[in-house]
């Protein structure tokens, strides 16, 4: 049993009510059999006390299990990817498409939790190798509805990628095709994500029904009213868009428009992500591990969204209760699985603490 003591946030704290009438900050919680419970035990014995501030889980809502930068990778590299991520807080991933079957992770107790959307669903010769079915919009139905079988409520399209007519970004889906694709998503009860970098995939992907969108670099005054009215989340990535000037100086010699387009939406990121924030558009913590970024960087993640203006509660909360709710999870609720990770200080006061948990404790287990 484990007895969990300090300041223990279970929501985020508006500051508007009392602790005690919010019930977003209370000052224990105990562990039995694997579960929360804020009633004190009867009888407890051999209690392990576990003091601090408490988080729920971390949410990574852009990660990629079973996948490095040349496509499918064995299950000892993905058991490390999940490790990393779990040892960084990291306790709910959402993985936002690999081409490896990683079902086995939900057999074991000791690593996080996966929400998978399946395998990526690209057009032909539009994204990285190795990673996609690549099709033609006329299959995309069929693909979508397979993928929303195989995974566990989200379906993962690549919106945009370099166009080799153009030399630039360009959409990859007709209207008429993504729109009868998110349909037939719905209807199965799964929800549609595709990456986008670009301005011009937003808008119709948006008015086709889509979720969210990750990346959204390319948001701009005219889209993010749409986004906000429509309730479409974004996932920003930051720590992975720090990374476009180097894509953009690989990519400069054969695409140069390209290129400077690249630079364009990273010169304005942090902008983009406030103004999407100002404007209402829900935005969740991901950090877009295991294509060429490490596991283990959501903490990195929620600075770099304070660093773009997001007050830091709720830069917290777009990594652990409002992403929780967004993905059907619960947080540290009376009754929930105990999964929780424990700082030395207050992250609402500096968030960089999320880098360093002082415990990780996962289906009730201290497991870091
Ligand atoms: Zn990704």
């Given at each position: 049993m484990l007895h969990i003591k300090g300041r223990v946030l279970v929501g985020p704290d508006t500051g508007e009510l009392a602790d005690d009438i919010a019930g977003d900050i209370r000052d224990e919680l105990w562990v039995v059999d694997g579960r929360i419970t804020f009633e004190r035990p009867a009888g407890a014995r051999d209690v392990r006390l576990i003091e601090g501030w408490v988080l729920p889980g971390l949410v990574d809502a852009h990660c990629h299990v079973g996948l490095d930068a040349h496509g499918a990778v064995d299950e000892p590299t993905s058991e490390k990817q999940a490790l990393t991520d779990r040892d960084a807080g990291a306790l709910l991933l959402r993985d936002a498409g690999s081409p490896a079957d990683t079902r086995w992770i939900d057999e074991r107790e000791d690593l996080p939790r996966i929400i998978r959307a399946g395998r990526h669903i690209a057009r032909t010769k539009r994204y990285i190798r190795n990673y996609a079915h690549e099709i033609e919009p006329e299959d995309l139905v069929a693909y979508v509805a397979a993928e929303a079988r195989r995974?566990?409520?989200?379906?993962?399209?690549?919106?945009?990628?370099?166009?080799?007519?153009?030399?630039?970004?360009?959409?990859?889906?007709?209207?008429?095709?993504?729109?009868?694709?998110?349909?037939?998503?719905?209807?199965?009860?799964?929800?549609?994500?595709?990456?986008?970098?670009?301005?011009?995939?937003?808008?119709?992907?948006?008015?086709?029904?889509?979720?969210?969108?990750?990346?959204?670099t390319g948001l701009t005054e005219e889209t993010i009213p749409l986004f906000a009215e429509r309730g479409v989340a974004i996932v920003p990535t930051l720590v992975n868009i720090a990374t476009f000037p180097r894509l953009a100086l690989g990519g400069e010699a054969k695409f140069p428009r390209w290129a400077d387009h690249m630079r364009r939406l990273h010169a304005r990121r942090y902008e983009t992500v406030r103004a999407a924030y100002d404007a209402g558009i829900p935005i969740y913590t991901g950090t877009d591990a295991g294509g060429g970024l490490a596991h283990g960087l959501v903490g990195q993640e929620v600075a770099e969204l304070v660093k773009a203006g997001i007050p830091a509660r709720d830069a917290l909360s777009a990594a652990t209760w409002g992403a929780r709710a967004w993905l059907g999870r619960p947080g540290l609720t009376e009754g929930a699985s105990a999964d929780l990770v424990v700082y030395d200080t207050d992250p609402r006061e500096d968030v960089r603490v999320l880098t360093t948990p002082r415990r990780v404790v996962l289906r009730g287990r201290v497991v870091g």
């Amino acid at each position: 049993m484990l007895h969990i003591k300090g300041r223990v946030l279970v929501g985020p704290d508006t500051g508007e009510l009392a602790d005690d009438i919010a019930g977003d900050i209370r000052d224990e919680l105990w562990v039995v059999d694997g579960r929360i419970t804020f009633e004190r035990p009867a009888g407890a014995r051999d209690v392990r006390l576990i003091e601090g501030w408490v988080l729920p889980g971390l949410v990574d809502a852009h990660c990629h299990v079973g996948l490095d930068a040349h496509g499918a990778v064995d299950e000892p590299t993905s058991e490390k990817q999940a490790l990393t991520d779990r040892d960084a807080g990291a306790l709910l991933l959402r993985d936002a498409g690999s081409p490896a079957d990683t079902r086995w992770i939900d057999e074991r107790e000791d690593l996080p939790r996966i929400i998978r959307a399946g395998r990526h669903i690209a057009r032909t010769k539009r994204y990285i190798r190795n990673y996609a079915h690549e099709i033609e919009p006329e299959d995309l139905v069929a693909y979508v509805a397979a993928e929303a079988r195989r995974g566990d409520g989200w379906v993962k399209l690549v919106g945009d990628w370099i166009d080799r007519e153009t030399g630039d970004l360009g959409a990859c889906w007709p209207r008429g095709a993504v729109e009868a694709a998110i349909a037939e998503a719905h209807r199965l009860g799964a929800r549609v994500t595709a990456h986008c970098f670009a301005e011009e995939s937003l808008a119709p992907l948006v008015e086709a029904g889509i979720d969210c969108i990750e990346h959204a670099t390319g948001l701009t005054e005219e889209t993010i009213p749409l986004f906000a009215e429509r309730g479409v989340a974004i996932v920003p990535t930051l720590v992975n868009i720090a990374t476009f000037p180097r894509l953009a100086l690989g990519g400069e010699a054969k695409f140069p428009r390209w290129a400077d387009h690249m630079r364009r939406l990273h010169a304005r990121r942090y902008e983009t992500v406030r103004a999407a924030y100002d404007a209402g558009i829900p935005i969740y913590t991901g950090t877009d591990a295991g294509g060429g970024l490490a596991h283990g960087l959501v903490g990195q993640e929620v600075a770099e969204l304070v660093k773009a203006g997001i007050p830091a509660r709720d830069a917290l909360s777009a990594a652990t209760w409002g992403a929780r709710a967004w993905l059907g999870r619960p947080g540290l609720t009376e009754g929930a699985s105990a999964d929780l990770v424990v700082y030395d200080t207050d992250p609402r006061e500096d968030v960089r603490v999320l880098t360093t948990p002082r415990r990780v404790v996962l289906r009730g287990r201290v497991v870091g």
